[in-house]
């Protein structure tokens, strides 16, 4: 018998999606996937995971790795994300390098570059915010002979917009034509190799970068503390589901904030996480949310191992569970 994922014709390919943070990784990755599955800010530093975005297109499946920006820094916090993006970029066939055009790229690649251990093997350049530059402006040729000398292993380049899906059509074709013969991951159809829980826990937390300033999102994690699917008898039935979760932050005054006046800033933030979580779920979601004190979680190994950031080669002094 032939199973479906082992079809002859079926072709494969996994893509590191690397870069500086904000260059527009995550929004990249949503317009390939053709809705919103990966968080996206206008603050850096909001993904802080890496992990598989999958689809398919005829009988190709491509896994986009969603990775955090990488970046310089001293926090445990943000050691344990660019060892994400590293680990992101382990057994891919190909990597995606982001440069965004509204910067000096090749400053931005080297900064890259110094901030990014893994040797890189198959890459190609994705210039990105197309849209923002005029195109009579844009002069690549002389930051693509510095790139290529500083990495070797740069095969191509695209300019592109997740805006306005300039050249996503030509680029999708090359990373058709790039896949090798191979079954696919996930036959299913499944989009990820993350579950429903962390979608939602990054649901909420891309509320809290939309809605809070400064250091504050930077501050928070959140947790779930229940997850219960209430299965219908009825098949026809809406599923439900009850999540109850924590809002961790790390001074008690940011409690305050994060609450709001008369708790409508923790009401926002439930109201509009809780809509992308019944979009994914397909399902009628009762969202419970909490916020609490706990300061230097950022610090707190049982909390960086509980949002999925274990410890890196790098990790310097941590909180252990006692
Ligand atoms: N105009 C324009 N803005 C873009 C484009 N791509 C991304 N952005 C914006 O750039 C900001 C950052 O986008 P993200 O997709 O979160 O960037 P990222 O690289 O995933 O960032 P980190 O997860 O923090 O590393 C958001 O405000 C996006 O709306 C683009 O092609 N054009
Ligand atoms: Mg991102």
Redesign the pocket.
């Known amino acids: 018998m032939l199973f479906e994922n082992q079809h002859p014709h079926n072709k494969a390919i996994m893509i590191a999606v690397l870069?500086?943070?904000?260059?527009?990784?995550?929004?990249?990755?949503?317009?390939l996937m053709g809705f919103d599955l990966?968080?996206?800010?206008?603050?850096?530093?909001?993904?802080?995971n890496q992990y598989h975005c999958a689809f398919t297109i005829d009988r190709t499946e491509v896994v986009l790795v969603?990775?955090?920006?990488v970046h310089s820094t001293a926090q445990e916090l943000n050691k344990r994300m660019n060892g994400q993006a590293q680990m992101g970029a382990e057994g891919v066939d190909l990597n995606f390098i982001?440069l965004?055009l509204t910067t000096d790229v090749v400053a931005e690649f080297k900064d890259f570059l110094k901030n990014f251990e893994h040797q890189l093997s198959k890459t190609w350049i994705i210039f990105?915010?197309?849209?923002?530059v005029k195109k009579e402006e844009l002069n690549l040729a002389s930051a693509l002979v510095k790139i290529q000398e500083l990495c070797p292993s740069v095969e191509k380049h695209f300019v592109?917009?997740?805006?306005?899906g300039?050249n996503i059509h030509e680029l999708t074709g090359a990373i058709v034509d790039a896949a090798q013969s191979a079954p696919h991951l996930y036959p299913g159809g499944d989009a990820s190799n993350m579950n429903e829980r962390f979608f939602v826990t990054e649901y909420i937390r891309e509320q809290a970068f939309r809605l809070l300033k400064e250091e504050l999102p930077y501050e928070i994690a959140v947790i779930i503390d229940e997850y219960k699917d209430i299965r219908k008898k009825d098949e026809e039935a809406i599923p439900e589901a009850h999540i109850s979760a924590s809002i961790l932050v790390n001074r008690p005054s940011q409690r305050a904030i994060v609450v709001g006046r008369g708790g409508s800033i923790i009401k926002e933030i439930g109201v509009k996480a809780r809509q992308k979580i019944e979009a994914m779920t397909g399902g009628k979601v009762h969202l419970n949310l909490h916020v609490k004190v706990s300061p230097k979680w950022f610090n707190n190994n049982y909390v960086l191992d509980e949002i999925g950031l274990p410890r890196t080669q790098k990790s310097t002094r941590v909180w252990r569970k006692k």
């Open positions: 870069g500086k943070p904000n260059v527009g990784k995550s929004s990249f990755i949503n317009h990966t968080i996206v800010s206008s603050k850096p530093q909001t993904t802080r969603d990775t955090p920006g982001l965004d990105t915010k197309a849209d923002l592109i917009s997740s805006k306005d300039h």
